[in-house]
C-alpha cells in the first residue's frame, strides 16, 4: 500500500512493549531518515514473561524491567514519557495526557491490550493483576505480609484463609503462576516457622479443561502432572463461573448450578482474559466496522497496516492480521516489530511492502522453582531443571539489546552459579518431612536420627574390635634389615 511522505518524515511509536520497542531500535539500527518518538507511560520496559522471576526474587528488577532511558542511549530515539488520551487519524495528530499535541507522518500503534475481568463484580478492585512491574512487587509483598500475619493471629478460620491463594483463569499465565506460587510459597513459609500443609493454592477456570485453545495446549499433560508434583500440590477448580471478588473471598457457581459459593482466601490473583485498550475505542469510531473484529480491535492488513489509513501500522495483541492472525506471544511480536520497521523504510524510499509471516518456534512454560518445560517446534520437549534453564537462556536472548543482553545474561549465570543457594527454591523432601512435624516429633526424630548416626560407628568400632588379633596372639616383632645394609 503506497504512501507519499517526505524523507524527513515523523514517526511517532504510542507503546514501548515489544512492537514498539524493538520497531524503534530496528529502524535505528537501519539509520532510518527522519526523527523517530517514541510515547509511553511508563519509566521501564516490562519484560512480560520474565515477571515470575521478578515475583521469585530470582531476578533483579534491572533485568526484568530496564529502563527505556537505559535501552535507547545513543540511538536518537526521542521518549517522551506520557499517555496518549486521543487519536485523530485523519488530522495524523495525537493528543497526550499533559495536553500537548504531537504530529505524524507515519504512526505505529503498539499499545497492546488491558487487563479484563469478564464482569466479576470487584475483580478490578480486589484481585491482583500480574502484568507489570508494579503488580508484581505489589503482589510479592502481599504473599509475604499474609503468610506473616497467619502466624501471629490465634483465629483459625482467618489463619486458612490467609494462607489460601487462588488464581483465576487457567491459560498460561495462570498455570504458570500456581505452579511458581506452589513452590514459592513454601520457600518463604518454612523459615518463618510455619506448616506448609496450611498452605493451599487453588487455580480456578470457567473451562473444563486447563491452556484452552492457546499455543501452549500440547503441554496439557504436562503442566497437570507439574501441577501436581510441586511442593503444594494444586487444586484444580475448573467448569465454573466467576462472579466476584472481595478481599476475604472468590465468589463463583459450579456449572450447571445456581448456588453463590464462597471460596475464603486472602489472595486473589487475576490472568483470565484481556480487554481491547481505551485508546482503541477512539480509534474504533474513526473506521468502517467491517475493518474491526468480533471484539472491536482494528483488523491489519498482511503488511500490517490500517486499510483505511495506509500511514498507520499495528500490531501485537492490539490488533488482529486478517490474513493471517497469530498469537499474542513475545517471539510473534519482536518479529512484527523488525517486519513494520523494514516496512516503515521501503514506504519511504517508495519501495513495495512485505507481509511479514511470524514463526512460533516453540513454546516455553515456567512449571514452578528450577522447574519448566521447553517445546520446540512441537517435536522436541525438554523438561525439569532443563526445560527452566533452556526457557531462561531463550527469554535472555529476546531481551532488546545486546549490551542489556549481555548484562542479564552475566546476571543470570551468576544466579544459576554462585548466588543459586541464596535464592528461593523448592523444599526438598527432608525438608517437608521437618516442616510437617510438631515440636515434640522433631525432638524424637533428632534423638532417633543422632542413634542412627553413632550406632553404625559403634558397630564399626565393635567389628574392627572383634576382628583385632589379641597382643598376646602376635608374634614378636622383628626388626626387618633396611635393603642395601649387609649385617
Known amino acids: 500500500m503506497a504512501i507519499n511522505v517526505s524523507d524527513s518524515a515523523t514517526t511517532v ?21 527522519g526523527p523517530i518518538i517514541l510515547v509511553e507511560p511508563q519509566e521501564n520496559f516490562v519484560f512480560k514473561p520474565m515477571l515470575y522471576e521478578l515475583l521469585t526474587e530470582e531476578l533483579p528488577e534491572s533485568v526484568v524491567c530496564p529502563s527505556y532511558g537505559e535501552l535507547l542511549a545513543n540511538s536518537d530515539v526521542e521518549l517522551v514519557q506520557a499517555r496518549v ?6 488530522e495524523k495528530r495525537l493528543v497526550l495526557d499533559s495536553g500537548q499535541e504531537q504530529h505524524y507522518d507515519y504512526l505505529v500503534l503498539a499499545v497492546g491490550s488491558v487487563q479484563g475481568y469478564l464482569g466479576a463484580k470487584g475483580a478490578e478492585e480486589h484481585a491482583f493483576a500480574f502484568r507489570s512491574q508494579t503488580e508484581a512487587i505489589a503482589l510479592r509483598d502481599h504473599l509475604k505480609a499474609c503468610l506473616e500475619k497467619s502466624l501471629s493471629t490465634e483465629d483459625q478460620a482467618e489463619k486458612e484463609r490467609l494462607l489460601t491463594v487462588a488464581i483465576v483463569g487457567a491459560g498460561p499465565a495462570g498455570v504458570e503462576m500456581a505452579a511458581t506460587l506452589a513452590d514459592l510459597l513454601p520457600s518463604w513459609y518454612v523459615p518463618m516457622g510455619g506448616d506448609i500443609n496450611d498452605l493451599k493454592i487453588y487455580l480456578v477456570n470457567h473451562a473444563p479443561g486447563i491452556l484452552a485453545g492457546d499455543a501452549n495446549s500440547g503441554l496439557k499433560r504436562c503442566a497437570l502432572e507439574e501441577l501436581q508434583a ?18 476475604e473471598s472468590l465468589q463463583f457457581v459450579e456449572t450447571g448450578e445456581e448456588e453463590l459459593r464462597h471460596l475464603a482466601t486472602g489472595t486473589t490473583i487475576w490472568t483470565a482474559g484481556t480487554a481491547v485498550n481505551p485508546l482503541l475505542k477512539i480509534i474504533k469510531e474513526q473506521i468502517p466496522a467491517e475493518e474491526l473484529d468480533r471484539h472491536g480491535q482494528p483488523l491489519v492488513t498482511g503488511t500490517l497496516q490500517l486499510p483505511s489509513f495506509a500511514e498507520v501500522f499495528a ?24 517486519a513494520i520497521a523494514k516496512n516503515l523504510m521501503a514506504a519511504q524510499k517508495g519501495k513495495p511492502l512485505v507481509s511479514p509471516d511470524p514463526q512460533l518456534r516453540g513454546t516455553l512454560m515456567k512449571l514452578g522453582l528450577n ?50 543457594f541464596h535464592r528461593p527454591h523448592a523444599p526438598t523432601a527432608q525438608e517437608l518431612k521437618w516442616a510437617a512435624m510438631t515440636p515434640a516429633q522433631r525432638q524424637e526424630y533428632q534423638g532417633i536420627r543422632a542413634i542412627a548416626i553413632i550406632a553404625p560407628l559403634i558397630f564399626i568400632v565393635l567389628l574392627y574390635l572383634g576382628f583385632k588379633t589379641p597382643e598376646r596372639e602376635r608374634p614378636p616383632f622383628v626388626p626387618q634389615p633396611s635393603p642395601g645394609i649387609n649385617r
Open 315 to 338: 500490531a501485537g495483541d492490539c490488533v488482529t492480521v486478517k490474513e493471517n492472525p497469530k498469537p499474542a506471544l513475545a517471539q510473534i511480536a519482536y518479529q512484527q516489530g523488525a
Open 230 to 247: 510441586r511442593t503444594i500440590p494444586v487444586t484444580l477448580k475448573l467448569g465454573v463461573g466467576v462472579k466476584g471478588v472481595t478481599p
Open 13 to 33: 511509536i504510542v507503546g514501548g512493549g515489544f512492537v514498539g520497542l524493538f520497531t524503534a531500535l530496528h529502524l535505528r539500527h537501519h539509520q532510518h531518515v
Open 85 to 90: 488520551t486521543d487519536v485523530q487519524l485523519a
Open 371 to 420: 522447574n519448566g518445560v521447553a517445546n520446540l517446534f512441537d517435536r522436541v520437549r525438554i523438561q525439569g531443571k532443563a526445560g527452566d534453564l533452556l526457557r531462561n537462556a531463550t527469554y535472555l536472548e529476546l531481551l532488546p539489546t545486546p549490551l542489556h543482553n549481555f548484562k542479564a545474561t552475566t546476571q543470570w549465570l551468576a544466579e544459576e552459579t554462585v548466588d543459586r
